[in-house]
């Protein structure tokens, strides 16, 4: 029997960020995936603000910025949104397919000691305290102490498991092909609204289109195969043109149901991304909160399975990340019914862009679709509590250090900036980073958040979120063994806790 310390079903963007998580901490990782080789398909067609900050806390970001393209392309049932605006290096849709995420992910997964088994299908489980057994291809058994489930909307090991998927059945259709245009559109990214449905044509690579036709009333079974024609007759009966579209890579066909997994874990098996919610992909969410689902859970487990923080850590996965699947659900029911034909819709139509005009509309429509807003319940006290820290530059006597250059070992960081807090980490120097700052402000800012007090300190997670800072309601000590764990128990000898120190000023 085989055996590793966690088993991922599915080599997707999901599975794949988790598996890069889980080796950086040098956790033994098996990805398992039914399929013969990588697919070229690509639902998914860009990332987020938040996705790639999270790339960037990683120090994986260049290689998908060199083969994506910054793009304003984000959008509320295509009403165009302005990124630009938000508090983020990276203010913009970057344009990727999801066939190239997944082989830079790939990549960066072997480059960390991993790899992919393909033709590897989860046929059956059976878990107990210690672990779980899964039967893969049939026969083959690999023990393991959990598996993750990221095998898609039609997710075996989330059948397995038990766990149930309710929601809404799909009310119509749109078919998506990446195609070549003869007559292709004058610019590079056309969506519009009109009175049968609406479409959408962009540039994704030189010579190469993806096109996406929905109509509205028309829900084809999820089994149906759809072909170049029907992508076709289909953009004719909106349109009246096909933009001459010919040998397409790839056509599919999606749906509106909107599925979340009543629970996100059972026992010692786990779901994320498309196993664990499903909707349609208005504003592009899917892939990125599929990809942040699996760094809100990879630093956790990676504790649990090492020994160093308590199973009831993984709770805090679903307390924290369901939560924000049901609110994709909810906007992008919302977004369906807005992009509904018909008079009553166009009246709504109207009043929602006049409202997206205007400056607070876009920045509330826009870091909900981007994620920039996210506040998990992590804590009370102060309103940076739970909230994903910016990318602060800290000025060195040797240069500058970005805040997110820190975290690229995907461990916790305290910043400490009085220096005042060395001993309080003598139990926990095996899992945190330690550096002391000198900050010469008596007070800074955070948009969206406003001034922060002269705080002593920041105890940032390794998925970029603030677990503490002095005014949160929990102490330190509380802080600590709640998200990283009890304290180890340290000889005196051996008390002082390296450190790394950084003389900085914060610049924003």
């Known amino acids: 029997m085989e055996s590793a310390s966690v088993l991922i079903a599915g080599a997707g963007p999901t ?6 998580e889980l080796r950086l901490a040098g956790i033994d990782v098996h990805v398992v995936d039914r399929l013969d080789e990588r697919s070229s398909e690509s639902r998914a067609g860009g990332m987020h603000p938040r996705t790639l900050e999270l790339l960037d806390q990683r120090g994986m970001l260049a290689p998908f910025q060199s083969q994506g393209r910054p793009m304003q392309a984000g959008h509320f049932s295509t009403i165009p949104l302005d990124f630009s605006r938000f508090d983020t290096r990276y203010p913009y849709t970057l344009v990727l397919l999801q ?19 393909w033709s590897s299908e989860i046929t059956g489980l059976d878990q107990d305290d210690t672990g779980v057994t899964a039967w893969v291809s049939g026969s083959r058994q690999i023990r393991a102490d959990y598996l993750v489930g990221c095998d898609g909307g039609r997710s075996v090991v989330r059948k397995l498991a038990g ?16 195609v070549e245009l003869a007559e292709p559109p004058s610019e590079a990214y056309v969506q519009e609204r009109v009175e049968q449905g609406n479409f959408a044509v962009f540039a994704f690579e030189p010579g190469w289109h993806r096109v996406i036709v929905t109509e509205y009333d028309r829900v084809l079974d999820r089994q149906a195969k759809v072909s170049l024609d029907d992508l076709r007759a289909a953009m004719v009966r909106l349109t009246g043109t096909d933009f001459g579209m010919h040998n397409p890579r790839w056509i599919s066909h999606f749906g509106d149901a909107a599925r979340l997994a009543d629970r996100y874990r059972s026992g010692r098996v786990l779901l994320a991304g498309d196993a664990a ?7 592009g969410q899917g892939m990125n909160t599929g990809m942040q689902d699996a760094v809100n859970l990879g630093w956790k487990l990676a504790l649990v399975v090492t020994g160093r923080a308590p199973e009831t850590l993984l709770d805090s996965y679903e307390t924290e ?3 924000v699947a049901d609110r ?9 019914l807005l992009g509904r034909p018909g008079p009553h819709s166009d009246a709504l139509r109207e009043t929602v862009t006049a409202l997206i005009e205007t400056d607070a509309a876009n920045d509330t429509l826009g870091t909900m679709i981007s994620a920039l807003d996210l506040k998990y319940p992590i804590g009370d006290g102060h309103p940076l509590v739970g909230r994903r820290v910016p990318d602060l530059d800290l000025k060195t006597a040797d240069g500058t250090v970005r805040l997110y250059e820190l975290l690229h070992r995907g461990r916790p960081v305290l910043l400490d900036f009085d220096g005042s807090l060395g001993s309080a980490l003598e139990g926990w120097t095996d899992r945190i980073d330690h550096i002391e700052a000198i900050r010469p402000t008596d007070r800074w800012a955070i948009p969206a958040v406003g001034d922060i007090p002269a705080s002593a300190a920041l105890l940032i997670r390794p998925d970029g979120y603030v677990a503490w800072l002095p005014e949160a309601a929990a102490d330190l000590h509380t802080a600590l063994t709640i998200w990283f764990g009890p ?12 450190v790394l120190q950084v003389t900085c000023a914060i610049a924003l």
């Open 328 to 336: 994709v659900l909810r906007n992008t029911r919302a977004q369906t």
């Open 321 to 323: 990340r369901r939560p």
């Open 163 to 178: 766990i149930d998927f309710p929601g809404t059945p799909a009310t119509m259709t749109s078919l998506l092909g990446d």
């Open 99 to 117: 066939a190239r995420v997944e082989r830079l992910l790939e990549a960066r997964l072997v480059e960390l000691g991993g790899r992919v088994h």
């Open 277 to 283: 919610h499903i909707h349609f992909p208005a504003g």
């Open 15 to 20: 599975g794949l960020m988790l598996a890069c």
């Open 487 to 498: 304290e180890l128990d340290v000889p005196p000898t051996a008390r002082r806790p390296a």
